[in-house]
Each structure stands twice: as C-alpha cells, then as structure tokens.
C-alpha cells in the first residue's frame, strides 16, 4: 500500500485522473474553495464504484462576450486567469488556444526552475515566482512534483568565472542562496562531471544555487486550469484568434496607438472584450499585430532530447554556457538535455539531426561515461527573444490590450509570478512594482534589463 500511495503522489497522469476522479464531490466552478484533493481513498471509491472520470476542466458553450479574454492556454495565460479569479474575483474571463492547454512552450520545456539571474529586477521577479512554486502544490490542490535538487553553472573561463562572482554578489544581496563554488565542489556534487585540466573546456568552478530544481510541466498547467475552472473561468480549446477587433486607432481599422480593444475575431465567431491579454510566446508578434502593436521579438526553436532511463546518479541541474548544454535527470532517471536557441528565425517546430549531433558532442565532453546511453527522442518548441532576454509585460499603447510575452528559453519559471502581477495589473489598471522594469517602452527610452549573461543557455 506505501508504494501505490506513493505511485499516487508522484505519478502526474495518477494524478490528474485520480484528481478529476475524487470522491471528494464534483468540481463546484465559482465556488471559490480549492478543487479537491487527489488522494488514494478518493481513487478507491470511484474505482469500486465504477464511476467515469469527471474531465479535470469543463467543457462549456463560447459565450459572446467576457470580461476578460486571454490568448494562450500555456502557463502564463492560465496562471493569469486563476489569479484573476482566486486574488481578485474576476471571473468572467475566457482562456483561448488554438491547439490544445499546454500545447506551446509551456508542455515542451525541460521545467527547469532558479531564480540567480544577472539584474536585481530580474532576481527579485524569479524570487517571487520561486516562492510560489514552492507553495504550488497546496494552494492548487494537486502535486506539481517540485524537486528542490540545486542548479549549477559551469564556468569554464576566467570571463565566465567573473560573471558567475558578479552574479553571486548580485543574487546575496537579495538574500538569494548563491556562491561560487571550485572544481573539487563540483565533482563532489556531480561526480559524472569530468573535472580533470585535461579536457577541451576544463571546468574551473561554478555558480551554485541550492534553490534551484525542476518541476513537472504538465501538472503545472493542469493544476492552473483545474484551479481556474473550479472558480468559474473558461477554457476553450481549439479555438483561433485570426483578428482582434479595435476601435479609435490611428491604424487601419481602428488599430494602432491611441485606440481601444473591443474584442477577438476567432474560428468560432466574434466575441466582444474590454480586456484582451496576448500570452502566445511563440507566436507574440503574430496576435500583437494584430492589434496594431509592434514588439521588438523574433522567433527560434529551442530543441530538446530525452535518454532511455538509467539509475539515478546526477543528483542536479548541470548547465555549460560554453557547451551550449544542460542536463538533469528526471525521477524515472532520463537525461533531459536542452541547447540554447537555434540561430534562425521560424515557427517552425522540427528536430534536426544537426542539434542531435552538436548536443551528443558536447555532452560527452562534460560526461564522457555515458557514451553508450541511448536519445530516446527530441523535440522542439517555440522562444520569444527579446534583445535584452528579458520579457515585455503589462500595458499597451493600445488600451485594453496587454502584452505578457518575450518569454525566450526561460518562461516556464516565470509563470506564476507573471499570472500573479499581470492579474493584479488588469484588475487595478495599474502596473505592479515587479513587472515596472518589464514594460514595453523600456526599448524607446533604452532602459533594458540585460539578462543575456544569465539567461542565454542557464534556462
Ligand atoms: C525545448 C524548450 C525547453 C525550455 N526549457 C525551459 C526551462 O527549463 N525553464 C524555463 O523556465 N523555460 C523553459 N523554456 C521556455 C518556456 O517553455 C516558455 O517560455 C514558456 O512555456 C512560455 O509559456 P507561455 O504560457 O507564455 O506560452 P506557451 O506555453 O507557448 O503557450 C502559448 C499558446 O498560445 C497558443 N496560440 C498561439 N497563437 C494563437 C492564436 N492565434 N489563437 C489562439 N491561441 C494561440 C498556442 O497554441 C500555445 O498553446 C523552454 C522552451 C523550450 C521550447
């Protein structure tokens, strides 16, 4: 029995079916309580029952109007409409995707979390989202699998070295747990990693981060739609957003600076908004444009790879800017690797064998030992780069129109913190202090928060 409970409690599609399923009572959307909680008791019941699975989020009719309409059914749009609905109780709001909930970037990444990032703005809006995934499970109700196994960077130059100490002294006086540590530190916290001086890029210390970790994607999104549905927001699926309707513009149609959102135009009809929230990363510029809004961001792939599953032996997140790699190893003991973006611009979402080739490469100059392990498979997703690496979030010159983008190789750890701020925005029409650094403008008066030194392949 201690081993099925403990299947329950880790197994994220455990969880899910056995969260819809909960003998607790049926999911009561707009009561404003957390949905149920799975648990085995619950998962009893309904199988000696018999009962079907209740779906984890309703299917409900395309109203014509809402309150509040979201573009995006990743982590950001999501985690905005359940913080519209638990810390402001706004809840007439739809969340739009063209796919399916966790379609985009949010189901493809390597759910790395930390919060060590290179600007005190960027540190403190991690911290915060950091801090509230710590608290996930319990305030959705669901376990999002959170595994607090520490992050390190490898610096394999004197100049990496030096940014790892700036980051360092940044990170401490935020109160952020983050040190530089020497090559011994890291064999002893990694002792796959090859430290000899032979080796082409020899490892010389690394920026260590205790706080830092992985959490399960899916169950971060399904925890989020689950909350928000219990509270009464809506999820559509396979629902497009071809246009959103403007009015007062200086654009054609109404688009533009100095205009007004009145709506969407979707595969299913028009549906009127005073509030519409563009959370489409990958796809960014195509739904701001829309609008009439220009934003600075251009599109790559970001792919990554998954082995066969060993036993566990790489107790932590290991990143090599040098190398253009990162690895951690899942709970069922996969390596997942990741890169840094692909260096063109496209929607396009295929793997290549040039990738596959660069990371096996690469890989094994860091862990030579794992030579005869096999890719289980790769895949690729879509990044928003801005020129700084930092997002483009809140208000438009477009009123009404909302912008939670730029979300690059580094969104998934931003998620709750951004649904939180950006929640709190659209319900006090005003910008919260955490997101102030972010906004759109930033490129006109040259303001950037460059986060490219802790960003670019760290993720
Ligand atoms: C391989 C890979 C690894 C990554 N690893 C990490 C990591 O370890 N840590 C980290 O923090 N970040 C990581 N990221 C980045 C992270 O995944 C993204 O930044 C984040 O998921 C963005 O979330 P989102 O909710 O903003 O967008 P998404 O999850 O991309 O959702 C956008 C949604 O918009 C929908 N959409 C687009 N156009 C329309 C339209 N016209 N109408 C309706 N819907 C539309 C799409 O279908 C999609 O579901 C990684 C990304 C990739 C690709």
């Not at 009893?44 to 699975?53: I, L, P």
Request: proline content about 6%; glycine content about 12%.
């Amino acid at each position: 029995m201690t081993a099925f409970k403990h299947l329950l409690s880790t197994s994220p599609l455990a969880s899910a079916r056995e969260s819809a399923s909960s003998a607790l009572g049926s999911l009561k959307p707009g009561s404003g309580s957390k949905p149920p909680r799975y648990s085995a008791a619950g998962l009893f019941v309904k199988g000696a029952k018999s009962q079907d699975w209740p779906r984890v989020w309703r299917e409900v009719d395309l109203q014509k109007s809402y309150d509040v309409i979201i573009i995006g059914g990743g982590v950001h749009g999501l985690a905005t409409a359940y913080y519209l609905a638990t810390n402001h109780g706004i809840t007439n709001v739809a969340v739009l995707d063209k796919a399916y909930l966790g379609s985009g970037g949010s189901g493809r990444n390597t759910a790395i979390v930390r919060s060590n990032y290179l600007t005190p703005e960027g540190v403190a809006f991690y911290d915060r989202s950091l801090s509230l995934y710590n608290t996930m499970s319990t305030d959705l109700n669901l376990n999002v699998m959170f595994s607090e196994r520490g992050h390190m960077t490898l610096a394999h130059t004197d100049g990496a070295l030096r940014t790892m100490r700036w980051r360092a002294e940044v990170n401490k006086l935020q109160d952020i747990n983050s040190s530089v540590i020497d090559a011994d530190e890291v064999k002893k916290l990694a002792p796959s990693l090859d430290t000899s001086p032979n080796t082409r890029y020899p490892i010389l210390g690394a920026l260590y981060h205790p706080p830092g970790g992985t959490i399960r994607h899916d169950a971060v999104v399904w925890g989020y739609a689950r909350g928000a549905d219990h509270r009464g927001v809506e999820m559509h699926q396979k629902t497009e957003v071809y246009d959103i309707l403007c009015e007062g513009g200086s654009g054609p149609d109404g688009k533009g600076p100095g205009g007004k959102v009145t709506g969407v135009r979707t595969n299913r009809g028009d549906i009127s908004a005073p509030i519409v929230v563009n959370c489409t990363a990958g796809w960014a510029t195509t739904i701001s444009d829309m609008a009439g809004v220009k934003l600075p961001i251009t599109t790559h792939p970001l792919q990554a790879a998954v082995t066969e599953p060993v036993k566990v032996f790489l107790p932590t997140v290991v990143v090599s800017g040098s190398l253009h790699v990162y690895v951690s190893q899942t709970d069922r003991g996969e390596l997942v690797f990741g890169a840094s973006v692909d260096p063109y611009a496209t929607y396009s979402m295929k793997g290549s064998l040039e990738f596959t080739e660069e990371l096996a490469g690469h890989v094994l100059e860091l862990m030579p030992n794992i030579g005869r392990m096999r890719l289980l498979r790769q895949w690729a997703g879509l990044c928003d780069m801005t020129p700084d690496y930092s997002p483009i979030m809140g208000f438009t010159p477009v009123d009404g129109f909302l912008c939670d983008v730029g979300w690059g190789t580094y969104g998934f750890k931003a998620g709750p913190v951004s649904g939180e701020q950006m929640a709190e925005a659209i319900a006090t029409k005003a910008t919260p202090k955490l997101i102030e650094p972010f906004k759109l403008s930033r490129f006109a008066t040259g303001q950037l928060v460059g986060e490219k030194g802790a960003a670019a392949v760290g993720h």
